[in-house]
């Protein structure tokens, strides 16, 4: 699971991270809202912990946004604000939950348990699977036997292609097209390195090169056929 703190008080910060990687989440912090907004729109979080009152754009400002945009990630509102308006305020703004300041760490952590089961429910049904692999596209993570693996938006994208495309060849334009857009700058030596990243975090040898063309995933030794639909989907 993979959370991001929106707060400015820098011990707060430092505390709740500490709390919460020590309790198996990766956590990523944003110091004011407009980062924050930046940061949730990558849509890499499964859960936002979000302060109310922030430099640049405040915590309700925040969640209108990223809701406007059509990000559904649950939000915990964290704030020193308790009175029953704020609350209300709060929640129809969408977020999901609300806890005051100061809280206990068990009841924050119980709670962001409760929005990981809901979430869970939500997004039931939308793997897919290949070499032993199964990859969670909303999530970002990979189950491969008992081992859940985190993966960066970039890594993500460039696995499901792989396994969408199972046993067929993709080509470093294609992954380039897909992944980075036609206009990018980013050179096709990028590619070869974030295959490295997937196999050194997988550690698969299912990912294979064919030199000079592209990659594909496959687990056994057949020959692979290059993919024809190269720019259709
Ligand atoms: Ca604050």
């Known amino acids: ?55 640049y754009l405040d915590g309700i400002s925040l969640l209108r946004e990223i809701r406007s945009m059509g990000l559904d990630t649950p939000v915990l509102f964290l704030t020193a604000k308790d009175s029953p308006k704020d609350k209300v305020e709060g929640l129809d703004a969408g977020a999901d939950d609300y806890l005051v300041k100061p809280f206990f760490n068990d009841e924050l952590l119980a709670r962001l348990r409760a929005l990981c089961r809901r979430k869970g429910k939500d997004l039931q049904g939308d793997t897919v699977d290949a070499a032993g692999l199964v990859f969670d596209p909303l999530r970002c993570e990979v189950t491969k036997g008992d081992e859940v693996i985190h993966l ?4 993500s994208l460039l696995l499901e292609l792989l396994i969408r495309n199972y046993g067929r060849v993709i080509t470093k334009e294609r992954i380039m097209e897909k992944i980075w857009g036609y206009n990018s700058d980013t050179e096709m030596a990028n590619i070869n390195l974030y295959i490295h990243y997937l196999r050194k975090k997988l550690k698969v040898s299912s990912i294979k090169t064919v030199r000079g063309v592209g990659y594909f995933l496959q687990e056994d030794k057949n020959v692979p056929t290059i993919a024809s639909t190269a720019y259709s989907s």
């Open 1 to 55: 699971m993979k959370l991001l703190l929106v707060e400015d008080e820098e011990r707060l910060v430092e505390a709740l991270t500490y709390l919460l990687k020590k309790n198996g989440y990766l956590v990523d912090a944003a110091q004011d809202g407009e980062t924050g907004v930046e940061m949730a729109a990558t849509g890499v979080y499964d859960i936002i912990i979000l302060d109310r009152m922030l430099p």
């Open 152 to 155: 960066t938006l970039k890594e």
